[in-house]
């Protein structure tokens, strides 16, 4: 306990003998410190005592109760506010019930009033109407007041009443079909007086009176304005099938088609003898004469009153154009049933319509935005008939083409100026897979296209194995036979489809076909990209290929090569059979004299260049001039092959048979080369230094060889044995190479080494 005070009271007592110090050494001033502090003891007792108001805490105790007070007091306001809201937010909800029931009954009685003016409306304009028609006959009064109805019906849209839309729409119907009869007839009247339509039977043609133009096209502006909502036109024919791809021309130009229309008719029905099935080039041509004779007419006459209404949609003359051509996509599609059976009559009923449509874009300028009678030839049916068709006559057209009784398939064109060497079978089949693009390029449908290029892509696969069949059936001479044509024929062809491959109607079909992969195989599609890579003179001519061809062209490169490969084949077969008694010469033992000019050709070699003069000859005549490079650089390669290994590097030399063979190959197989490239020497390399190798004296021979030989092994030593060899003109070899053929001389017998 005492402890516990103890340590109490030590912070008090170091307080104060921090506060005080010396002070309280003094008994006076230790008195007056402890009055002191007894004064505030008491000041903090009164402050802190809970029962003496004017204190801190009595007076913050006081005023918490003033304010909790307070707080209840207005708690007990908010409930009785709460209750006195409610009271009259249910008073106010019966009043909103009230007034929302009135305001319902006002509506219905606003709505009804609305409702019997519409009616009202609706049958004064009908009782005008009946007026003016029946008795004062003003057809502009008339148009306008029907105007006001159609007026009334677009304000009706969004109505929900639906018995009302109906009256309304009834009506316009009635009195729709009641005006426009009536300047129908008035119409009708006009076009008579001008003696409308104009054919070109008609000799002694007469301009019609302007009295009679200004009648017809104010006619036209009353017909404008009484055409029918959108939605209120509805197709009279609900078995239109095809023909709904065509759109109903506005009145006027209905109106001028139908004198048209009632002719054709009465000539292309029926049992009139211009009503043939075979023929059906009578009625397009019809309606080609038609569009000619009447089109400007439309254009001059009609069209200004269309454009003075802002009917800047409506085009007169194209709306002309599509109603005649919807007669004939109407009979073609009558006909077409019929006639699908009729191969021949079929053939002739799509190419006509083709050229029909063809006359219509090129002379005409009948949009391709527009329906024309393409629409009925692609119909599923008559599409897989179409693409049968086209099927049949071609390879009807390439047995014939490539008959055996066929003797000039492979003659070439008379009117190839530009050495293309096309061939007749080329150029007739070329012509061929024209005509069947042109026919099929007017279709709007990409899918329909497609499947056309798919035939074209299949013609072009049977004629690549035809003419496979006759490269293996051909025997005898290979450079007399009908082989070199047919490479010339496969060469001709890649190239054609090359240039089409770059065409835009076949760069669209290669991307919708990638389109289709794509979608069909949910992944990009990865087309091989086709290279034809053919030498030429100045180096090499590359013609890079991505398009739908792509894998023909690659199918027709690869049997080409082929052709071309086995023919230089067959010419080195014939320098080998010519070559054995060349290559069993005497060469290490050869005399001949030192004097270069003074040489001549080995006897033994005239039968190798012989055959090679004449095949070469041949080929420049027979090849294409890139073929004629690619087969002459394969042989000479091939040549040069030949004599390195089965020559050189089989026999030993002495210089004067070393010096013999240089003169055989620089002055007697580099210029027979040279007559069909400045730059026969490339093909030869191996021949032309290893002759270098073999005439260097015999001091710089044995020199060369053992520098070569000395730095083979060795190490920390600089390898100049290719700048060496250069420097003598060899730059092919390997110097292990040069080594090889330096010991093919008789004059190296020295540590003669066998380097592979």
């Not at 306990?1 to 230790?30: A, F, G, H, V, W």
């Not at 599409?383 to 390439?398: C, D, F, I, R």
């Not at 030993?652 to 730059?679: C, H, S, V, W």
Request: include cysteine.
């Amino acid at each position: 306990m005492n402890n516990s005070n103890i340590t109490t009271k030590q912070p008090i007592l170091k307080e104060l003998e921090d506060e005080y110090q010396d002070q309280l050494l003094d008994l006076n001033r230790c008195t007056a410190i402890y009055e002191h502090l007894l004064l505030q003891k008491q000041i903090l007792q009164k402050e802190s005592d809970p029962s003496n108001p004017n204190g801190l805490i009595g007076a913050t105790i006081n005023e918490a109760k003033s304010i909790l007070v307070q707080s209840q007091n207005a708690i007990s306001q908010g409930v009785e506010l709460v209750h006195s809201i409610g009271k009259h937010l249910k008073e106010l909800d019966e009043v909103r019930t009230s007034l929302k029931s009135k305001f319902e009954e006002v509506n219905t009685y606003e709505t009804t009033v609305q409702y019997l003016k519409v009616i009202q409306q609706i049958e004064y304009l009908c009782s005008e109407l009946k007026s003016e028609v029946t008795k004062k006959k003003d057809d502009e009064k008339s148009v306008t007041l029907f105007a006001n109805l159609t007026e009334i019906s677009r304000l009706l849209t969004d109505c929900p009443l639906v018995s009302l839309k109906c009256h309304i729409k009834e009506t316009i119907f009635y009195w729709y079909n009641i005006i426009k009869e009536k300047l129908t007839k008035d119409f009708d009247e006009v076009l008579k007086s001008i003696k409308w339509p104009f054919l070109s039977v008609n000799i002694n043609f007469v301009a019609p009176l302007k009295t009679n133009i200004d009648k017809l096209q104010l006619l036209t502006e009353y017909l404008l304005q009484i055409e029918l909502p959108s939605d209120y036109v509805v197709s009279s024919d609900g078995h239109r099938g095809i023909i709904s791809h065509f759109q109903p021309p506005c009145l006027p130009i209905e109106l001028l088609i139908q004198p048209l229309r009632k002719r054709f008719l009465y000539h292309f029905y029926g049992n009139r003898k211009t009503n043939r099935s075979d023929r059906p080039e009578w009625y397009f041509t019809q309606v080609l004469t038609w569009i000619r004779d009447n089109q400007d007419h439309v254009s001059t006459w009609i069209q200004p009153v269309i454009e003075k209404f802002g009917l800047h949609h409506i085009d007169a003359r194209t709306e002309f154009i599509r109603g005649l051509v919807q007669l004939a996509a109407e009979k073609l599609n009558s006909e077409l049933p019929s006639i699908q059976y009729d191969d021949f009559t079929f053939s002739h009923s799509i190419d006509e319509a083709l050229g029909f449509d063809k006359e219509l874009k090129d002379i005409y300028n009948y949009p391709a935005t527009e329906p024309s009678i393409v629409v009925v030839l692609t119909q599923a049916s008559i599409l897989v008939k179409w693409l049968t068709m086209e099927k049949k006559y071609a390879l009807e057209k390439m047995d014939a083409m490539l008959s055996q009784n066929s003797l000039d398939a492979f003659d070439l064109l008379t009117s190839d100026v530009e050495d293309l060497k096309i061939t007749t079978c080329a150029d007739s089949f070329i012509t061929l897979l024209q005509t069947i693009a042109e026919r099929y390029e007017c279709l709007p449908q990409p899918g329909h296209r497609l499947q056309f290029l798919e035939l074209q892509l299949e013609l072009l696969d049977d004629f690549r194995v035809r003419l496979m069949q006759i490269v293996h059936a051909e025997e005898g001479d290979y450079m007399e036979s009908k082989v070199p044509m047919i490479a010339n024929t496969l060469y001709y062809i890649e190239g054609v489809l090359v240039d089409w491959g770059m065409m835009l109607h076949y760069l669209n079909l290669y991307y919708y076909k990638t389109v289709t992969i794509e979608i069909q195989e949910s992944s990009s599609p990865t087309f091989h990209s086709v290279q034809l890579k053919d030498l030429e003179e100045n180096g090499t001519l590359t013609v890079e290929s991505n398009s739908v061809f792509s894998e023909t062209i690659s199918l027709y490169k690869h049997f080409r090569n082929d052709i071309l490969l086995g023919i230089a084949e067959a010419v080195i077969m014939e320098v080998k059979k010519k070559s054995w008694e060349y290559r069993r010469e005497k060469w290490a033992s050869m005399n001949v004299s030192k004097d270069f000019r003074s040489l001549s050709l080995t006897p033994s070699a005239c039968p190798i260049f012989e055959i090679l003069a004449k095949r070469l000859h041949q080929m420049k005549k027979k090849f294409q001039s890139n073929l004629f490079i690619i087969v002459r650089r394969n042989i000479a390669m091939e040549f040069d092959t030949y004599l390195f290994e089965d020559l050189v590097m089989d026999n030993r030399f002495n210089e004067g048979g070393a010096l013999q063979l240089k003169f055989d190959i620089t002055r007697n197989l580099l210029p027979l080369f040279a007559q069909y490239t400045d730059m026969s020497a490339n093909s030869f390399i191996r021949l032309i230094e290893s002759c270098n190798l073999l005439n260097l004296a015999k001091g710089s021979a044995l020199l060369l060889r053992e520098t070569l030989l000395a730095l083979e092994e060795a190490t920390g030593v600089e390898d100049t044995r290719e700048k060496m060899l250069k420097e003598i003109g060899v730059n092919h070899f390997s110097p292990k190479m040069a080594v090889k053929i330096l010991n093919q001389r008789v004059d190296i017998t020295v540590n003669r080494l066998n380097v592979d």
